[in-house]
């Protein structure tokens, strides 16, 4: 890859409540740590796949039909002139 057009990967420890994993990212951040030799920046994570209500299960399902009851009835009833 050419230095001039790609950013920079650096060593990453993303941080979502208990859940830690290693990656890349171009971002980083004032918090280090040191895993296996290496330095690592800390990035801490309000929600993750870890913790994200759809992914959890939590989460239910939205009806689409009812979506589109909802929008006939705001504006099913507006004349095209």
Do not use: C
Request: charged share 30%; glycine share 8%; net charge positive.
């Amino acid at each position: 890859m050419k230095t001039e057009t790609h950013p920079i990967n650096h060593p990453v420890l993303f941080i979502d409540g208990e859940h830690e994993w290693q990656g890349t990212s171009t971002a980083i951040s004032n918090e280090t740590r040191e895993i296996d030799g290496v330095k690592h920046f800390v990035m801490r994570l309000e929600i993750s796949a870890f913790t994200h209500p759809f992914y959890t299960g939590q989460k239910k399902i939205v009806d689409s039909a009812g979506r589109v009851e909802k929008f006939n009835r705001r504006y099913g009833n507006i004349k095209r002139k």
